[in-house]
């Protein structure tokens, strides 16, 4: 398994930007498939973006799209998630995930990914 650590939470205003990275260490040296997930107080966990091993594809929910950017750094084993023109609604306990070679509609399971952060939380205000 991967070990992986969030961090970059934290409160702001609405139509503001945060950047959360997500630190992996352990089983770097295999490819792993980096997500994103959130979950929101009295609300399921949900899928948020994920990025392949090559960072070749990148997916997203709809309520994110052209909001949030996911990336990520290999040499730096670390992904990074870049929230913009953030809504009260992104509101949430933000969660790393990491898989290997998840591809398709796996990417927005959570069952796929076999390692999972500790979550930071996004805190936007109105």
């Known amino acids: 398994q991967v070990h992986l650590v969030e961090s970059g939470g934290g409160l702001v205003q609405a139509g503001g930007s945060l950047r959360l990275s997500c630190a992996a260490s352990g089983r770097t040296f295999i490819p792993n498939t980096m997500s994103w997930f959130r979950q929101a107080p009295g609300k399921e966990r949900e899928f948020v973006a994920a990025i392949t091993e090559t960072g070749a594809y990148q997916d997203y929910t709809d309520d994110v799209k052209g909001r949030f950017t996911i990336s990520r750094d290999d040499a730096k084993n670390t992904v990074y998630l870049q929230m913009n023109s953030l809504k009260p609604e992104d509101t949430a306990v933000y969660y790393c995930?990491?898989?290997?070679?998840?591809?398709?509609?796996?990417?927005?399971?959570?069952?796929?990914?076999?390692?999972w952060g500790q979550g930071t939380q996004v805190t936007v205000s109105s």
């Open positions: 995930a990491a898989g290997v070679w998840i591809q398709g509609n796996r990417l927005r399971y959570g069952g796929s990914y076999n390692s």
